[in-house]
């Protein structure tokens, strides 16, 4: 069964940026046991993000996050609740408990950290600047006083906001609505991840952007609400696990065509 929340942006879609101004709901039961006594399981993702979350030419949701969330519902022995959402209402759902893990490419930050819990990372991404060749960016102050593209409630957003002052940034609800605008010849310059960068450029192929700088390397780790122990422990065991025996690497590399860093389950973030 599928749910798709409403496209909204709770607390102004705080703004999974931040969550700063967002307070954490204290836990109301052992949510590890209501999955195993109800043997189902609500596991949102971030729709869109290509790679990570898509639709399939089927219109099946696909990619690694949706693939990693079916693992894991297996693994529990229970039927996986797949519930749609926006990259803006990542943090609030998890928040507001209207699932009870977030596998959406949500990059473990301090203040998101200060809203909701993360499991170890499963994953990375690289956020990057990239343009039309004809445009002269090298680092955050050639962006001043250029028009450029963000997914709203992401890193990347934060990171223009804060570096690039004077930079005219134009927000969108999710990394569709960036690559339509991008495609259709609204944008020149975009702060996005390697994997949208590479379907901006798959339907764009005689103008294609050029990575100009990487902003960061970005740890991502599964999300839930703050004081749910146990859920938690279970799954930094689950990715421990498929991550030494080669399942979550062979998973990622199927969709990512790269592997997993070496070192990535133990990275202190």
């Known amino acids: 069964m599928t749910i798709t929340l409403n496209r909204r942006r709770l607390l102004a879609g705080a703004a999974g940026l931040g969550a700063a101004g967002l307070?954490?709901?204290?836990?109301?039961?052992?949510?590890?046991d209501d999955i195993k006594k109800n043997k189902k399981v609500r596991i949102?993702?971030?729709?869109?993000?290509?790679?990570?979350?898509?639709?399939?030419?089927?219109?099946?949701?696909t990619g690694s996050d949706v693939e990693t969330a079916r693992l894991i519902a297996k693994a529990l022995g229970a039927e996986l609740e797949l519930v749609q959402i926006t990259n803006a209402a990542r943090v609030p759902t998890v928040q507001t408990r209207k699932a009870d893990i977030l596998i959406g490419s949500l990059a473990i930050t301090p203040e998101r950290k200060r809203a909701i819990d993360f499991t170890i990372p499963y994953a990375t991404l690289d956020i990057i600047v990239a343009g039309v060749p004809s445009l002269a960016v090298k680092e955050y102050k050639d962006l001043v006083g250029k028009r450029i593209g963000v997914t709203?409630?992401?890193?990347?957003?934060?990171?223009?906001?804060?570096?690039?002052?004077?930079?005219?940034?134009v927000r969108f609800e999710d990394d569709a609505t960036l690559i339509t605008a991008v495609v259709s010849g609204q944008l020149d310059l975009v702060s996005t991840q390697t994997a949208v960068l590479a379907s901006m450029n798959e339907k764009r192929p005689n103008n294609r952007l050029d990575v100009k700088f990487v902003q960061q390397e970005l740890n991502l780790g599964m999300a839930l609400p703050k004081g749910e122990e146990p859920l938690k422990a279970w799954l930094n065991d689950w990715i421990r696990t498929a991550f030494n025996n080669g399942e979550l690497n062979t998973l990622f590399k199927k969709f990512h065509d790269r592997d997993l860093p070496k070192d990535l389950i133990t990275r202190e973030t």
């Open 44 to 61: 949102a993702v971030a729709m869109g993000i290509p790679l990570f979350a898509y639709m399939d030419a089927g219109l099946n949701p």
């Open 23 to 32: 307070v954490a709901l204290p836990a109301r039961a052992d949510s590890l």
């Open 152 to 169: 709203r409630a992401t890193v990347n957003d934060v990171m223009v906001t804060q570096n690039a002052r004077g930079a005219e940034i």
